[in-house]
């Protein structure tokens, strides 16, 4: 069983990139399980809040959400992290309003209220810092509590910053930083055929995590540039060169490389006199 969060920000890069995995979950409306194109794979979907529990206790064997919401859970032995989606990236952050007198740490006093949704993560910040301060748990909206008088800062997720701004609060210290991981029951790695369907898993999606950081890059260039343009693009496993059949002096080119060199690489094959250069998205690289 493989557990996704059902909606909340990181639920639709995820379906996503499930999708580009040749996944093909087959999504009903509303409905809480679905199917794929394995009969072996079925989905279940849930609160990204409440995967790192489902998978710790077997409810499912792998399961996608945030690295703040397994360690929030204290569940960080009980699963094994097996691959990083690289997106969903947030810092967990203790900030007070800006016109506050506490402007760092050392100026949180004892007794003091800190509103969040992550009190746990949050509690166990403090006991660190020998620190005894009044936890105060919300489901949301945490930004509003030093306003309407319920505590004196919060701890609150922030990614563009966008939220902490508009609220006039000020970061006083980062707590952790996390991003969407795929997690898996320990138990589950221990069986064979539930490890295999794991590791195909694993592989379709970082295959697709891969592609989406390269491209196709194809061109028509003279025949006598093949070495230089060879050097500024080696590929994965050295550019394929072939025949152009109605042009004895050119090759056609083609190799994968870095989406972000494409900007700078492509003057100086069009220097080098490459032509008809196309750029292409990939899917998945196995
Ligand atoms: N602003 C953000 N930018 C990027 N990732 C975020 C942000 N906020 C949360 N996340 C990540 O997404 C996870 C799920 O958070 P999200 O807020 O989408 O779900 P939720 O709290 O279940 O839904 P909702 O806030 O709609 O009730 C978080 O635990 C975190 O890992
Ligand atoms: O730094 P930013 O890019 O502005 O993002 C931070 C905001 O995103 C999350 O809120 P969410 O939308 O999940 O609402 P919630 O507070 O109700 O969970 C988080 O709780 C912040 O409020
Ligand atoms: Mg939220």
Do not use: C, W
């Amino acid at each position: 069983m493989f557990a996704l969060p059902n909606k909340g920000r990181i639920s639709e890069p995820v379906l996503k990139v499930l999708e580009k995995a040749g996944l093909k979950i087959t999504v009903k409306g509303r409905s809480l399980f679905a199917n794929t194109v394995d009969e072996n794979i079925k989905v279940m979907f849930a609160r990204a809040r409440d995967i790192p529990e489902f998978v710790a206790d077997s409810v499912a064997d792998i399961g996608v959400t945030g690295y703040d919401l397994v360690l929030e859970r204290n569940v960080e032995d009980k699963v094994d992290f097996l691959l990083d989606f690289g997106f969903g990236f947030a810092k967990l952050v203790l900030a007070a309003p800006e016109n506050s007198e506490i402007k760092s740490v050392d100026d949180i006093k004892e007794g003091m209220r800190v509103a969040t949704e992550f009190p746990n993560l949050t509690r166990k910040y403090f006991e660190k810092l020998n620190k005894k301060v009044e936890i105060i748990e919300l489901s949301g909206a945490t930004e509003i509590a030093p306003f309407i008088g319920i505590a004196d800062l919060i701890s609150d997720l922030t990614s563009t910053g966008t939220t902490l701004r508009l609220n006039r609060l000020r970061i006083i210290d980062e707590i952790i930083s996390s991003t969407t991981r795929l997690i898996a029951n320990k138990n589950s790695l221990k069986d064979k055929e539930k490890k295999e369907k794991i590791d195909q898993i694993v592989i379709a999606i970082k295959s697709v995590l891969f592609a989406e950081t390269k491209r196709l890059i194809m061109m028509n260039a003279p025949k006598d540039k093949v070495e230089e343009i060879k050097k500024l693009i080696p590929g994965m496993s050295g550019p394929t060169v072939s025949e152009v059949l109605s042009d004895d002096n050119m090759v056609a080119i083609h190799a994968v490389v870095n989406e972000e060199e494409i900007f700078t690489l492509v003057p100086k094959l069009h220097a080098l006199g490459a032509r008809d250069i196309l750029i292409v998205p990939i899917e998945r690289i196995l």
